[in-house]
């Protein structure tokens, strides 16, 4: 066995010690390297969780705007004209509308 393996056919790596698969053996943690498969992966997941992040808080705000204009616009919604108003000075003055107005 070599230093940092114990036990039967040597298959236990010794306490302060993990098995690495890229050397296919026991080695000390304190060289401890992530693998470059386990970096690609992490970055991946935590780039699809970002993009389905955007994508899920984008898509519910624009949702959530269609369903209130389309609910005023037929009638389908019991709205007063004090309801009406408020809903088009809230949607003007959205970040979203400045950014319409600054590129016409």
Known sequence: CIALATGPLCAVCVKGAYFDPDDEQCTDCEGYKLATYQVLMILLFV????????YKCCTAERWAEFETFARLSTGAGEADLDTIQSTYAKHASSPTSERRKERN
């Not at 780039?47 to 992040?53: E, G």
Request: aromatic fraction near 12%; hydrophobic fraction near 75%; charge should be neutral.
């Open 47 to 54: 780039t699809i969780l970002a993009i389905f992040t955007a």
